[in-house]
Nanobody, 120 residues
């Protein structure tokens, strides 16, 4: 069994910063690509950023230059540093990871989400 647990969400003023963390735990052989997605009220879930196991990253246009994704492979963790936050960044942020278990089966996992609210 594998779990993804996010942390670090909260209320922040426009222009502020937050760092989200996501920890993968359980019966893990290898953590492959990891990423962050978000879902704002009334909207579909959308990609924010992804990172491969060797550090290659990809960002949505809306967050380029403001958000930075990085990971700690030794700890099976991924982070999202969010700077210059805007009200339109308000959403539930979900961690995603493609994980190969010790049974060598690869599954796409999701965390339960953490709420980020950008408001004055």
């Amino acid at each position: 069994q594998v779990q993804l647990v996010e942390s670090g969400g909260g209320l922040v003023q426009p222009g502020g910063s937050l760092r989200l963390s996501c920890a993968a735990s359980g019966s893990i052989f290898k953590v492959n690509a990891m990423g962050w997605y978000r879902q704002a009220p009334g909207k579909q879930r959308e990609l924010v950023a992804t990172i491969t196991s060797d550090g290659g990253s990809n960002y949505a246009d809306a967050v380029k230059g403001r958000f930075f994704i990085f990971r700690d492979n030794a700890k099976n963790m991924v982070y999202l540093q969010m700077n210059s936050l805007k009200p339109e960044d308000t959403a539930v942020y979900y961690c995603n990871a493609r994980i190969t278990g010790r049974d060598y089966v690869t599954i796409n996992y999701w965390g339960k989400g953490t709420l980020v609210t950008v408001s004055s």
